[in-house]
Each structure stands twice: as structure tokens, then as C-alpha cells.
């Protein structure tokens, strides 16, 4: 099994920056992409970022040039970097990720963490 825990969510002013964390952990596991999603209030879950195993990231086209998704294999962590945050941006934000467990593909998504971008 995989577990995944998300930090850094939080309140910002427009404008401003935050940094999400996402840390998987367990045994007998592999990842293969990691991949942050968002759901605002009455609205449907969407892809904001992913990042294949070799580090290729993509963004939806509302967050491009301002959020940027890394990873660190050593540490099965992921990152999301937001810049120049928006109102629109204010959402529950979740980590996802595929992963091969004991040989079996698997996806999993963390408890997700709060932003919300107001002044």
C-alpha cells in the first residue's frame, strides 16, 4: 500500500505564493507520474499539473508560466509551486499518483489541502 500525506496549503492575498508538498510512502512500490488536481466549490475536478517519471511536467493552460510541479524520487515527494496566485485559484488541491505496487498498477490520491486566495 501507498500512503500520501499533503502539506502547505493555507490562505494568500492575491498575488502572492505557496508551495505544496506531497509525500508518498509505504513498501514495495514504484512511481510512475505524479500529478497535482484542484476542485473549487460547485465546480469538477481538474488536472493543474503532472510530471512523468523522467520529470516532464504539464500544465493546464490557466496555470501556465505561473505554477510550476517538480518531484524528488529520492524522497517520493512532489511539489507544486504557485506564483502569482488568483482568486480563481482558491480551491481544495489533491495529489495524485500512479504507482506500481508489488507489481500491480495502482492509483492513489492524497487527503487534499486547502488554498484559497483571497484579500
Known amino acids: 500500500q501507498l500512503q500520501l500525506v499533503e502539506s502547505g496549503g493555507g490562505l494568500v492575498q492575491p498575488g502572492g505564493s505557496l508551495r505544496l508538498s506531497c509525500a508518498a510512502s509505504?513498501?514495495?512500490?514504484?512511481?510512475?507520474?505524479m500529478s497535482w488536481y484542484r476542485q473549487a466549490p460547485g465546480k469538477q475536478r481538474e488536472m493543474v499539473a503532472t510530471i512523468t517519471s523522467g520529470g516532464t511536467p504539464n500544465y493546464v493552460d490557466s496555470v501556465k508560466g505561473r505554477f510550476a510541479i517538480s518531484r524528488d524520487n529520492a524522497k517520493n515527494t512532489v511539489y507544486l509551486d504557485m506564483n502569482s496566485l488568483k482568486p480563481d485559484d482558491t480551491a481544495v488541491y489533491y495529489c495524485?499518483?500512479?504507482?506500481?505496487?508489488?507489481?500491480?498498477?495502482?492509483?492513489?490520491w492524497g487527503q487534499g489541502t486547502q488554498v484559497t486566495v483571497s484579500s
Open positions: 509505504g513498501s514495495g512500490f514504484s512511481i510512475n507520474y
Open positions: 495524485n499518483v500512479h504507482a506500481t505496487v508489488y507489481f500491480v498498477p495502482r492509483t492513489y
